[in-house]
T-cell receptor, first 108, second 115 residues
């Protein structure tokens, strides 16, 4: 079947680094996406990985290992505004499979 | 401000009402989507339109009726809804090409409460 797993909740401290993991099991693979969603708002696109390796974009980086069915989102120099839900999604051929999201709380 | 705008942002309707959600994308994309987001559930794809043609309808009840008059506008017509239809309804758009990975961009969402 198709499945995406990510932790339900995480807590981190302002200024620290946090890694949010995502594992997936899909019949096909055409890319993995990370989105950020603040409470009461729509998801906003963060990153797209289709090849193995690390993609860096400012304070955020995303890593993909297709052979392991694994990705992580790395957030550096955490700020209070990074408190949000982080959604992992995998494109399985034409279909986009969504995880439930990881709720990150950044504490002062 | 996102490139995808939705109205209204909040809607309360009775089970016998008829209302519509409106979406407009300013990104020049060729695909548009309706998603439903409920608590403790993954995002649920409802409808997909490619070049104004509906290409997916994921077993959505007929009380939800989409309309796509052109590649920039999308509507979701609502009638005789149930309380369990209360959710955040998200419109989204994408450009169908390999380079972007068909990245989806969401509107701000319409919070629907059915009473």
């Amino acid at each position: 079947g198709q499945n995406i797993d990510q932790p339900t909740e995480m807590t981190a401290t302002e200024g620290a680094i946090v890694q949010i993991n995502c594992t997936y099991q899909t019949s096909g693979f055409n890319g993995l996406f990370w989105y950020q969603q603040h409470a009461g708002e729509a998801p906003t696109f963060l990153s797209y990985n289709v090849l193995d390796g690390l993609e860096e974009k400012g304070r955020f980086s995303s890593f993909l290992s297709r052979s392991k069915g694994y990705s992580y989102l790395l957030l550096k120099e955490l700020q209070m505004k990074d408190s949000a839900s982080y959604l992992c999604a995998v494109r399985d051929n034409r279909k986009l499979i969504w995880g439930l999201g990881t709720s990150l709380a950044v504490n002062p | 401000e996102t490139g995808v705008t939705q109205t209204p942002r909040h809607l309360v309707m009775g089970m016998t009402n008829k209302k519509s959600l409106k979406c407009e994308q300013h990104l020049g994309h060729n695909a548009m989507y309706w998603y439903k987001q409920s608590a403790k559930k993954p995002l649920e794809l409802m409808f997909v339109y490619n070049f104004k043609e509906q290409t997916e309808n994921n077993s959505v009840p007929s009380r939800f009726s989409p309309e796509c008059p052109n590649s920039s506008h999308l509507f979701l017509h609502l009638h005789t809804l149930q309380p369990e239809d209360s959710a955040l309804y998200l419109c989204a758009s994408s450009q169908l090409d390999r380079e972007s990975g068909n990245t989806i961009y969401f509107g701000e969402g319409s919070w629907l409460t059915v009473v």
